[in-house]
């Protein structure tokens, strides 16, 4: 939980990212993984988001912009924001507080990232991201979801056990900053009716309004200051 005594609950919801969200995913990258970010170019994470391949998932909630915009006259709602994006995301109306990142290959996606800002961590944000990731996943028709994990990060290993996920091997020596094993682990037969009601229920726990989204905590100063 948030160490702050003055606190505002609003929603998170998770969406698939898009063009307007670079500079905040580049910053989230950077921060959660100083040593080895998934891309170190900026122009990197533009050109991933074009690959067929690649898929990405980011955890959002309202910027100081969007909530005194959301308290403003109705007429001056009515105009339309100059700096939308293509999809009608405005990099300027959300806060970005994680984004998760995957691959697929024939009928497997292998989770490279998840990331979560400093401040907003163990808020379930992480957890989100992940069935976010499983769900797309499962939409494009793959059977098998893996990932790596460091061998200390024990409290994610609990995570991802919860979440279907099994031990299925070591990659020695594979993060460079320290040198330090991975666990691979992996969900099989994500095709399965097992499987696919495993996912149901743990889409229902964190299903709101339509979205897949959770209530979170967030310092009051978010509303009190632009991005």
């Known amino acids: 939980m948030l160490q702050s005594h003055r606190m505002a609950t609003t929603s998170c919801l998770f969406r698939p990212?898009?063009?307007?969200?670079?500079?905040?995913?580049?910053?989230?990258?950077?921060?959660?993984?100083?040593?080895?970010?998934?891309?170190?170019?900026?122009?990197?994470?533009?050109?991933?988001?074009?690959?067929?391949?690649?898929?990405?998932?980011?955890?959002?909630?309202?910027?100081?912009?969007?909530?005194?915009?959301?308290?403003?006259?109705?007429?001056?709602?009515?105009?339309?924001?100059?700096l939308a994006s293509s999809s009608g995301h405005n990099q300027y109306d959300e806060l970005l507080v994680g984004f998760a990142g995957f691959w697929v290959l024939f009928d497997e996606a292998h989770i490279i990232a998840i990331a979560v800002r400093e401040p907003y961590r163990r808020q379930g944000i992480g957890q989100g991201l992940l069935i976010s990731a499983i769900v797309m996943a499962a939409k494009l028709r793959t059977r098998v979801v893996t990932l790596e994990v460091r061998e200390s990060n024990t409290a994610a290993q609990e995570m991802y056990l919860k979440h279907g996920f099994k031990a299925v091997g070591k990659?020695?020596?594979?993060?460079?900053?320290?040198?330090?094993?991975?666990?691979?682990?992996?969900?099989?037969?994500?095709?399965?009716?097992?499987?696919?009601?495993?996912?149901?229920?743990?889409?229902?726990?964190?299903?709101?309004?339509?979205y897949l989204s959770r209530l979170i905590e967030v310092p009051d100063e978010i509303y009190a200051t632009t991005l």
């Not at 993060?175 to 330090?180: G, V």
């Not at 666990?183 to 996912?199: F, H, P, W």
């Open 17 to 82: 990212m898009d063009e307007a969200d670079i500079p905040q995913v580049y910053a989230i990258d950077h921060e959660a993984f100083p040593a080895e970010s998934l891309f170190r170019p900026y122009s990197s994470y533009s050109r991933e988001l074009h690959n067929a391949m690649a898929h990405y998932i980011v955890g959002c909630v309202p910027s100081a912009r969007r909530e005194r915009k959301r308290h403003q006259p109705w007429f001056k709602r009515l105009v339309p924001p100059a």
């Open 171 to 210: 990659r020695p020596r594979y993060y460079s900053d320290n040198q330090e094993d991975a666990v691979l682990m992996s969900i099989d037969n994500l095709d399965s009716d097992e499987e696919r009601e495993r996912l149901r229920q743990l889409k229902a726990e964190t299903l709101r309004n339509g």
